[in-house]
């Protein structure tokens, strides 16, 4: 360490060794001059700048604070459009389902009249097809009953060879066929 002592010692014109300025520890008149220096610094500052320097940051926290307001009003609208929307929503669904729910009411009232009209259809064509049937057998009876006693008349004439007049051949056909009928 004394060597570096040594090394750090300076050398004047006569060889005459004078001491290193310290490292550390500034000399007097550098730091006389270097506070001289900081207090007018601070001075102009203090005066100029800071005002300034405060101006600017104020104005920067007012619009740091006007967005954070207008982001807060923002979302509070957001929330409220949401709220609205959500409810606007459910009426519009509430709405549907009564429309929808009003539709199968009418579809069910035309669906009955339409089964009422064809049911009532129904059956006036099934009275109809009664009385058609009803009619067709009364006439394929009395049919078959004038050709039964047609060919009764015509067979009893061939047997009898007697011609017996129409209206009593009838009446005796159709005597026969009735206790025929009754016995079956």
Do not use: C
């Not at 000399?27 to 102009?44: M, P, Y």
């Not at 009426?91 to 009249?113: F, N, P």
């Amino acid at each position: 360490m004394h060597g570096l002592l040594n090394a750090m010692a300076f050398f004047t014109e006569e060889g005459e060794a004078q001491e290193a300025p310290n490292p550390i520890v500034p000399d007097l008149t550098e730091v006389i001059w270097g506070t001289l220096a900081f207090l007018i610094l601070l001075f102009f500052m203090w005066k100029y700048a800071y005002p300034a320097v405060r101006t600017a940051m104020e104005a920067r926290t007012a619009k740091i604070q006007g967005d954070i307001d207008a982001a807060e009003l923002a979302r509070s609208e957001a929330e409220e459009l949401k709220v609205s929307y959500a409810a606007e929503l459910s009426q519009a669904k509430t709405e549907a389902s009564r429309i929808i729910e009003e539709a199968r009411e009418q579809a069910e009232v035309v669906r009955r009249e339409r089964i009422a009209a064809i049911d009532g259809e129904i059956a006036e064509r099934r009275a109809q097809a009664d009385a058609d049937i009803v009619a067709a057998r009364e006439r394929a009876l009395a049919e078959v009953r004038g050709q039964v006693a047609e060919m009764a008349i015509g067979a009893a004439e061939s047997v009898i060879e007697a011609n017996l007049d129409r209206e009593a051949n009838t009446r005796l056909v159709e005597s026969f066929i009735e206790r025929v009928g009754a016995g079956s």
